[in-house]
């Protein structure tokens, strides 16, 4: 089955580790611009409740403006490519430049992007693709069929970070029908097969031919003007932009600066119109800073701390059980996170499409606990924790718990290791019995298929599992919604009681804004900054 082809080499492996460490930030390297730091001393929907400090949207959009983007850059691997990149800085250049296919809209719903609508036959194997008409790229050819071939295709190469979206099409067969219409043919039925473009490296459409992308030509709001790896991108207008009167700003620059202080200086001093993404202990410090708005999202990326399901003492169910029943998740949230996170409930993706709700929401239970471990002849548990510093709170998550799990009569000892080592499938990645990290998540299937299928090129918690397979494998290839649900429902109930992640909390991005920064979506849940939607952004006079 195409599943079988998911990449196994360590390369393979690494890069798509790096993809999503990325993601979240975390270890993205970047060159901030001295003369900054001298002035300064990441179509369905389901709900989620969350407080946004300010409101960034006013009455009536206004035209012209520039506006500068403080943010934490990628050094000299900026990119792009959307096959190849990495970080949040790379996904806001390419929402600058490109065109999604689907966009992201407010509090866990996708809006039409180049792509219209999704339409499935009868058992999901055989989907039509309806494209956005009167689109046109940057050096004037109109947008067709052929540019969502060959993105497709590109996107299939063994070093695109986005291929595990494209493994299931008949890409050979793939079908112009018009200018406007693709058919794709798959190789399993799918249900939704939009949920595989939402998320980065599956996100941006690239025009036919497409080979160098050092001065990229898009069919986005913006253009290219310049471009400094680590350093500074400036864009320009599209004239031709197909969304109605947009873009709203006459140009936009990107500014790398890497220190979380200098950033929000940069802001205060309006050297800087955003500040992307603000520290958890600035935006605690600054709730009462009129000078700024503050920006908190919807959802964001699951924090996790897994355990090897093969390996002792984790291969005992009941132990995994002690160890989710040991966690004091809002305590976590209030520590690591300076409360901007959000309870989870050991499954990926809540607020997705197909999330199970029912189940009940896991609460620290240290008497239970206690039992478990007992029963499984392991009440003088001891194990180490891994853990490194590539992303905010994760460290202080880890110290947290293992005091938490102290209560229990469960010896932690937190070990920290190199950023440069965690991730290395050479070195430590995927052969840590208990570790921790983050995960954006853009759709269930997209994260299952990712990290909780036997052959999951990032399988951390060695999760092999056949019911669970053939379970995933009947979820994503329902058409009818109901029954979808119920099998996405017994595919979640094996993680929630048998799996090795405890997935203790969503992270919440907070960005800062200037006042004058106006029509960024206030309910973002994938990317933060409001999903990137950078054709609504304006600037008030």
Same mark, same amino acid.
């Given at each position: !089955? ?76 900026? +990119? ?9 800085? @790379? ?11 689907? =966009? ?12 219209? +609508?999704? +339409? ?9 693709? $309806? ?9 004037? $050819? ?8 060959? &993105? ?120 800087? @119109? ?6 958890? &202990? ?37 132990? =995994? ?13 209030? +520590? ?10 050991? !499954? ?7 999330? @199970? ?74 052969? !840590? ?73 969503? =992270? ?27 054709? @609504? ?5």
């Amino acid at each position: !089955m195409y599943r079988d082809r998911v990449p196994e080499s360590d390369e393979e492996k690494g890069l798509s580790r790096r993809q999503f460490i990325g993601r979240t930030g975390a270890g993205a390297a970047a060159v901030a611009v001295p003369g900054l730091l001298a002035a300064c001393g990441g179509s369905s929907h389901h709900s989620a409740t969350t407080s946004t400090t300010a409101s960034t949207t006013a009455a009536t959009p206004r035209k012209g403006g520039h506006i500068t983007v403080g943010i934490i850059g990628n050094g000299t691997a900026e +990119t792009f490519d959307p096959n190849l990149l990495n970080s949040p800085s @790379d996904a806001h250049r390419c929402y600058c430049v490109f065109d999604p296919f689907t =966009r992201p809209g407010p509090s866990f719903t996708t809006q039409p992007g180049l792509v219209e +609508t999704w +339409t499935p036959n009868s058992d999901g194997t055989l989907w039509e693709l $309806k494209l956005r008409e009167g689109v046109v790229w940057h050096d004037g $050819k109109p947008f067709t069929a052929d540019d969502i071939i060959y &993105t497709f295709r590109r996107m299939a190469a063994p070093s695109s970070l986005g291929r595990g979206a494209v493994l299931n099409m008949k890409l050979r067969d793939l079908k112009k029908l018009g200018d406007h219409i693709v058919q794709v043919p798959l190789l399993a039925p799918n249900g939704r097969l939009q949920d595989a473009f939402v998320t980065l490296n599956s996100t941006f459409v690239v025009q036919d031919g497409a080979t160098d992308f050092t001065k990229p030509v898009g069919t986005g709001p913006f253009k290219l003007q310049s471009f400094t790896p680590g350093q500074t991108t400036v864009f320009t207008r599209n004239p031709d932009y197909w969304d109605d009167g947009k873009p709203y700003l006459d140009g936009q620059t990107m500014t790398d600066i890497a220190d979380d202080n200098a950033r929000l200086n940069a802001l205060q001093s309006g050297q800087v @119109d955003i500040c992307t993404p603000l520290a958890f &202990t600035l935006a605690t410090s600054n709730q009462s800073n009129s000078a700024i708005k503050l920006l908190t999202a919807v959802g964001g990326p699951g924090q996790y701390i897994y355990m090897r399901v093969d390996t002792p003492p984790f291969n005992d169910v009941r132990v =995994r059980q002690a160890m989710k029943l040991i966690a004091d998740r809002p305590q976590l949230i209030a +520590t690591a996170f300076s409360g901007h996170g959000r309870v989870a409930n050991d !499954m990926p993706g809540p607020g997705l499409p197909d999330y @199970d709700t029912s189940l009940p929401q896991r609460v620290q239970d240290i008497e239970q606990a206690k039992l478990l471990l007992k029963s499984a002849g392991r009440s003088d548990l001891r194990v180490t924790l891994q853990t490194a510093p590539v992303a905010e709170g994760i460290v202080e998550a880890a110290t947290l718990y293992a005091q938490q799990a102290a209560k229990a009569g469960v010896t932690v000892n937190v070990k920290q290791d190199l950023p440069s080592s965690y991730f290395s499938p050479k070195l430590l990645y995927l052969k !840590m019995p208990l570790a921790q990290d983050t995960w954006p998540t853009g759709s269930l299937s997209y994260i299952y298929e990712t990290i909780l299928r036997s052959t999951s090129g990032a399988n951390e918690t060695h999760w092999h599992n056949a019911e669970s397979d053939k379970l995933l494998t009947q979820a994503e290839g329902a058409v009818n919604p109901a029954q979808r649900q119920a099998l996405w429902n017994k595919v979640q109930a094996l993680q929630y009681n048998e799996g090795g992640n405890i997935i203790w909390a969503s =992270r919440l991005s907070v960005d800062a804004l200037a006042p004058h920064v106006q029509g960024v979506n206030t309910k973002g849940w994938l990317y933060g900054l409001g999903d990137r939607n950078v054709w @609504d952004w304006w600037v008030s006079a």
